[in-house]
């Protein structure tokens, strides 16, 4: 994505290196996931050479690593189109940019070398830390902080030099609350309980609150860019977005204090607020259609040009209407009550909702990120699905809907076999894993996990040669 | 209502229902009436789940995170009839699944450990279940992965018990060093096709995290797993595939 660029700012250029990295990582999660799926239906397969306990690490630390690099881009491609100006310290964003690279290299190379080490201090700072999601080692979480404060000293001066715009605003308040939560990650205890309350401040209060909320901020600039949504309606959905987004989301943390020795007022808090938390994400579905609609419908009445300037953004921008109030909404909702949870916690039913939330609110979004880079990249007036477009978006989607049925089927039989009729013990478990429905239902996981990759292979040839596309040639 | 940069919108006479800067209003007091609600609940929270000394213990204080000193008692899982589900038990039962804190236990041999003593072990184990990565396979109260047993309460699973199948296959004689030899040598001891790695535990690691686990099986999870232990179909050793 190096040569003959047609960004206008440094800042948009920058923001394109951060999505090469988000797409080297995203398919490095997949392949990865790939391995891990293998490893459920053939466990001999690289055992003792690379378990799964170090294929799953690094499966989910490269979607959230390859999640946090698109936020970044995006932020760092929209920030001169809103401000109006170029990004103050470009040069220190683009150091930075490099500085972290780097890190997540040492990081994952060492996940994957070294893997584990003694019980001491030492591991924790230069191995894993050993805690889902945020195994990072505290070197390296120090590391992201500063590369975060940099980042977020670069958008605030460039926001508070330029035009503030109401999308800006949403975006600077969330990235302090973002780039603050992951301090509660950083901290070692001999108190598991109060080991995990913290841990969930970082992870409930990422995907569940800050990063929702980044999601409305990307979709109400892609509404403008795209289908020439009204500046004025697109942030007054958004400042709804943000109170009906936080005014449930961060309550609804307490959805993940059931369980972990946490008090049993957390049944009535968590199960009122999370279960208010698929509003807004039906709120952001209509959102994004009646203005795809009332646009088109406006232009159509005068007469006009009534595409959208980037149709497979907009493809993407409408998936993650649907996939966000799906996966992150409805399978979020199914076990969200303690009643149904205190069987559901611990089982494959969680891994079905974090494959179709991950992917319906985040990655559909980023991805429509990705080509309005590519747009913007290539001077692109209008850009025009592909082939490559249409079957990647196919694919990837049936795939990962494909995977998400088949972990609920794996994660009821779980919950009825394991939890319900036999109490959740070893035996228990294996005698669900062992049944005829959880091994289907692994094979179809598996078969939906190839079917997601060769889709993301098309999005790859996509983004390389779409713009060689005669359709969209400038 | 003046902005300096929503001329159109001050201009106009609209509801407040469309009103840009009403809605910024309402999120702003939303996310910090949610947020200090939420910082509010974390200090009460801090205070109850803040780990128990043995103070507690002789004074017969149930803490929802109990000292690490319970390694030198007996833990049962019982239902308690107040709250309607299975609570930890430590030191014997009064009858209604609440705990006497009498009854002791051996642990390696010895149920005296100092406070100082008890903390250490549980340390060491705690570090080595991050410094093993335990939650890419298994879940932690609930939390981790799908790939392997939870470990909430796996110090009240009967299979390690006595004459639990999982005891007998380890050839010894106590729960916690039949627990301690298979850390130390999971490869020898395959419980299914699906087979713990070797993680190079050393047995002092492996002392700790057998504490650490016992000391797990005391947290009052509310309940949680539900009926954990209590069904004899459960604890039957599943044949591996």
């Not at chain 1, 020439?228 to 942030?235: G, H, L, P, S, Y």
């Not at chain 2, 939650?135 to 992965?145: F, K, Q, R």
């Not at chain 2, 047993?149 to 999982?166: F, I, N, Q, V, Y």
């Not at chain 2, 047995?203 to 999870?221: N, R």
Request: contains cysteine; hydrophobic residues 45%; proline residues 3%.
């Amino acid at each position: 994505m190096q040569s003959q660029s047609n960004f206008k700012y440094e800042s948009q250029k920058l923001g394109s290196w951060y999505f090469t990295v988000a797409v080297i990582l995203f398919g490095a999660q997949l392949l990865l996931g790939l391995v891990s799926a293998i490893q459920f239906i053939y466990p001999s397969f690289l055992y003792d050479i690379l378990d799964f306990s170090i294929t799953r690490m690094v499966h989910i630390n490269a979607l959230v690593v390859w999640m946090v690099y698109a936020m970044i881009g995006s932020v760092y491609y929209l920030l001169p189109d809103e401000t109006g100006i170029e990004t103050v310290g470009i040069g220190i964003g683009k150091l930075l940019f490099w500085v972290l690279t780097l890190a997540v290299t040492i990081v994952v190379l060492v996940y994957i070398f070294i893997q584990v080490g003694p019980a001491n201090q030492t591991t924790i700072w230069l191995i894993t830390e050993g805690r889902e999601y945020i195994e990072a080692p505290r070197w390296a979480d120090i590391g992201i902080v500063v590369v975060v404060l940099g980042f977020l000293a670069n958008t605030f001066l460039t926001a508070m030099k330029g035009r503030r715009t109401g999308i800006m605003t949403v975006i600077l308040s969330d990235m302090i609350a973002l780039a603050g939560l992951y301090l509660a990650g950083m901290y070692f205890t001999d108190n598991i309980s109060m080991d995990q309350y913290w841990w969930w401040w970082v992870i409930h209060l990422w995907v569940e609150a800050t990063w929702e909320v980044m999601v409305g901020a990307l979709a109400a600039y892609a509404l403008i860019k795209i289908v020439d949504a009204k500046r004025e309606i697109v942030e007054m959905w958004l400042w709804i977005e943000v109170a009906m987004l936080f005014g449930s989301g961060i309550l609804g943390l307490g959805h993940h204090y059931f369980w972990i020795g946490t008090p049993e007022y957390w049944w009535e808090i968590g199960a009122l607020f999370s279960a208010l938390e698929p509003l807004p994400l039906v709120g952001m579905f209509v959102h994004v259609l009646y203005d795809w609609g009332k646009e088109k419908g406006l232009k159509e009445h005068t007469g006009a040009d009534a595409t959208s300037n980037n149709t497979p953004a907009l493809m993407w921008l409408v998936s993650n209407g649907f996939g966000n109030f799906l996966g992150a909404g409805v399978w979020g909702f199914f076990h969200t009550l303690p009643q149904v949870n205190i069987y559901t916690h611990g089982t494959q039913f969680t891994a079905a909702h974090g494959h179709l939330a991950f992917f319906g609110a985040y990655a559909t979004i980023l991805i429509g990120m990705f080509y309005m880079a590519i747009q913007g990249k290539y001077g692109i007036k209008k850009l025009r699905a592909t082939f490559d477009s249409k079957m990647a978006i196919f694919l990837i989607t049936f795939g990962v809907l494909g995977m998400t049925v088949a972990l609920t089927i794996a994660g009821y039989e779980q919950v009825l076999i394991a939890r319900a009729q036999l109490g959740g013990t070893w035996d228990a478990f294996f005698v669900a894993q062992n049944q005829l429905w959880m091994s289907q239902a692994m094979d179809w996981r598996l078969i939906m996990g190839v079917v997601t990759t060769v889709g993301f292979f098309y999005l790859v040839k996509d983004l390389l040669t779409i713009s060689k596309n005669p359709q969209n040639v400038k | 209502m003046k902005t300096k940069k929503g001329g159109q919108m001050s201009r106009k006479k609209v509801s407040v229902w469309s009103d840009n800067r009403f809605w910024q209003r309402s999120a702003t007091w939303v996310t910090g009436f949610a947020s200090i609600l939420l910082i509010w609940l974390t200090f009460d929270t801090m205070g109850q789940i803040t780990m128990g000394n043995q103070k507690d213990i002789d004074n017969h204080i149930a803490k929802k995170v109990p000292s690490a000193t319970v390694i030198n008692y007996k833990v049962e899982y019982n239902m308690n009839q107040f709250r309607g589900h299975e609570v930890p038990v430590i030191g014997g039962d009064d009858g209604k699944g609440n705990s006497l804190f009498k009854v002791k236990e051996k642990f390696f041999g010895r149920d005296d450990y100092s406070q100082k003593e008890a903390d250490a072990l549980l340390h060491l184990g705690k570090l080595a279940s991050q410094a093993k990565n335990c939650m890419d396979c298994h879940t932690l109260l609930g939390n981790g992965a799908y790939y392997a047993p939870d470990l909430t309460k796996a110090w009240l699973d009967p299979a390690w018990g006595k004459d639990g199948p999982l005891q007998s296959m380890t050839g010894k004689n106590t729960k916690e060093e039949a627990m301690a030899e298979f850390l130390q040598n999971p490869g020898k001891y395959p419980t299914h096709a699906r087979m713990m790695p070797n993680l190079g535990i050393t047995p002092k690691e492996a002392k700790g995290l057998v504490a650490f686990l016992k000391h797990m099986a005391t947290i009052d999870t509310n309940g949680f797993p539900r009926g954990f232990g209590k069904i004899k179909e459960g604890v039957v050793y599943a044949k591996s595939k």
